[in-house]
Every structure is written in C-alpha cells, then in structure tokens.
C-alpha cells in the first residue's frame, strides 16, 4: 500500500519561496515516477511537475518553469518541490502523485497525497 504524505505549504508573500516535501511509504518509490499537481478554487486541477525514477528526467508546466524545481531522494524516500518568486497565482492546494511514467496527465498516476495548502499574498 502506497501513502503520500505532503507537508511545507503555509501563507507566503509574493516574491517568497516555500520547499514542499511529500514523504512516501512502500516499496515502489525507486521504481516509480513522481509528480506534483495543483488545484486552485474553482479551477480543475492542473499539471505542475513531474520527474522520472532516478531523478535526471523533469517536466514543467510553462507557467512554473524557470521558478519551480522538482527534486527526489530515493534513499530517503521522498520528492520536494522548491518553489520560488511565488506568485499570487501560486496559490492552490498542491498534491504529490506517484505512477508507472513520467507523464503531465493525472490520470496516469496511481496514487495520491491530501495536499497542502499554498497562499501567496499580494
């Protein structure tokens, strides 16, 4: 059974920077694909990052891209997600994802986190 458990979110100022963790438990962590999603109010919830097995291949979605960088530690078992120049359009509950590939599509992951809470105040 796979569990993912984020943490590091809170308020932030625009122009600040916020690392999230998300700690996973299971066997499959070193063999899988990780990602990280973003759900807004209002909104559906939308790609923001992702990254491959051993951690050489990312993704970004455009709007992050220069500003996030998505990390891993197998050892450790757990993916980060360095966020900085944090915007107000930031602000969303963001979730890790774990699955087979390396993919932008949600669902094409397995398994999903609860989510942190991001506000970033103007």
């Known amino acids: 059974q796979v569990q993912l458990v984020e943490s590091g979110g809170g308020l932030v100022q625009a122009g600040g920077s916020l690392r999230l963790s998300c700690a996973a438990s299971?066997?499959?962590?070193?063999?899988?694909?990780m990602g990280w999603f973003r759900q807004a109010p209002g909104k559906e919830r939308e790609f923001v990052a992702a990254?491959?097995?051993?951690?050489?291949?990312?993704r970004y979605a455009d709007s992050v891209k220069g500003r996030f960088t998505i990390s891993r530690d197998n050892a450790k078992i757990a993916l980060y997600l360095q966020m900085n120049s944090l915007k107000p359009e930031d602000t969303a509950v963001y979730y890790c994802?774990?699955?087979?590939?390396?993919?932008?599509?949600?669902?094409?992951?397995?398994?999903w986190g609860q989510g942190t809470q991001v506000t970033v105040s103007s």
């Open positions: 994802t774990q699955g087979p590939v390396l993919t932008t599509t949600s669902s094409e992951y397995d398994y």
């Open positions: 299971g066997r499959t962590f070193s063999r899988s694909a």
């Open positions: 990254i491959g097995r051993i951690g050489v291949n990312t």
